[in-house]
T-cell receptor, first 112, second 113 residues
Framework: GENVEQHPSTLSVQEGDSAVIKCTYSDSASNYFPWYKQELGKRPQLIIDIRSNVGEKKDQRIAVTLNKTAKHFSLHITETQPEDSAVYFCAASKGGSYIPTFGRGTSLIVHP | NAGVTQTPKFRVLKTGQSMTLLCAQDMNHEYMYWYRQDPGMGLRLIHYSVGEGTTAKGEVPDGYNVSRLKKQNFLLGLESAAPSQTSVYFC????????????FGPGTRLLVL
C-alpha cells in the first residue's frame, strides 16, 4: 500500500519567514495530494490540494509543488504569521482508491 | 448546512464499558470514514464506508465495529473499551473517493480509565 513520509515533525520560524514542509510517497499511481491544517483543539481542514497533472498551485501565501518523478510534494508558506501556527498534514490518494494515506503531521510554530 | 457533526464531544469510560459514537453529515456524501488521532501518530483510519449499507476495515480496526444503516450516519462502536482506545476520534466524509476533499467533524475526545 501507499506510504507517506512527512518532514520535519516540528518547524519553528520567526514571523515573516517562509516555511516549507515536505512529503514523499511510495505509490507512483497516486494522483491527488491534499494538505490539511489543524489548529489546536480543532478539526483538520483542507487548505490546498494538487493533482498530478500540474506541478505547482498557489493560493495567496500558500503554494504546493509536486515532483512526480521524485515522488515528493511540498507545502510552502510565505510571510508566516502567528495564526499559521498549527499542525499540517499531507495526504496522498489515487483514483479508485477509497483511502487517502496521511503523513504524521508537522507542528509549525510561528514566533511573533 | 451543518456539515459533519459528531456526538458526543467528550466521554469518559471505564475499562470494559461499551459506547457508540455518532457521525452525521448533511452533504449527501457517499463516503464516510472514522479516524483516531494520537500524539505523533497522525490520523489513522479505523473503518470506512463507500455507501449506505457498506463498511470496510482500515488500518487499525481491532476493537471497533461500525454501521452505516443510513447514508447520512456512520456509527462507531466500542464493545469493550480498553485504555489503549483513549484517543481523539474524527469522522470525515467525502462526495466520492475519486480525487475529492475530506470534510472532518469536530472530533470526540474519549478517555478510557
Amino acid at each position: 500500500g501507499e506510504n507517506v513520509e512527512q518532514h520535519p515533525s516540528t518547524l519553528s520560524v520567526q514571523e515573516g519567514d517562509s516555511a516549507v514542509i515536505k512529503c514523499t510517497y511510495s505509490d507512483s499511481a497516486s494522483n491527488y495530494f491534499p494538505w490539511y491544517k489543524q489548529e489546536l483543539g480543532k478539526r483538520p481542514q483542507l487548505i490546498i490540494d494538487i493533482r498530478s497533472n500540474v506541478g505547482e498551485k498557489k493560493d495567496q501565501r500558500i503554494a504546493v509543488t509536486l515532483n512526480k518523478t521524485a515522488k515528493h510534494f511540498s507545502l510552502h508558506i510565505t510571510e508566516t504569521q502567528p495564526e499559521d501556527s498549527a499542525v499540517y498534514f499531507c495526504a496522498a490518494s489515487k483514483g479508485g482508491s477509497y483511502i487517502p494515506t496521511f503523513g504524521r503531521g508537522t507542528s509549525l510554530i510561528v514566533h511573533p | 448546512n451543518a456539515g459533519v457533526t459528531q456526538t458526543p464531544k467528550f466521554r469518559v469510560l471505564k475499562t470494559g464499558q461499551s459506547m457508540t459514537l455518532l457521525c452525521a453529515q448533511d452533504m449527501n456524501h457517499e463516503y464516510m470514514y472514522w479516524y483516531r488521532q494520537d500524539p505523533g501518530m497522525g490520523l489513522r483510519l479505523i473503518h470506512y464506508s463507500v455507501g449506505e449499507g457498506t463498511t470496510a476495515k482500515g488500518e487499525v480496526p481491532d476493537g471497533y465495529n461500525v454501521s452505516r444503516l443510513k447514508k447520512q450516519n456512520f456509527l462507531l462502536g466500542l464493545e469493550s473499551a480498553a485504555p489503549s482506545q483513549t484517543s481523539v476520534y474524527f469522522c470525515a466524509s467525502s462526495r466520492d473517493a475519486l480525487l475529492e476533499t475530506q470534510y472532518f467533524g469536530p472530533g470526540t475526545r474519549l478517555l478510557v480509565l
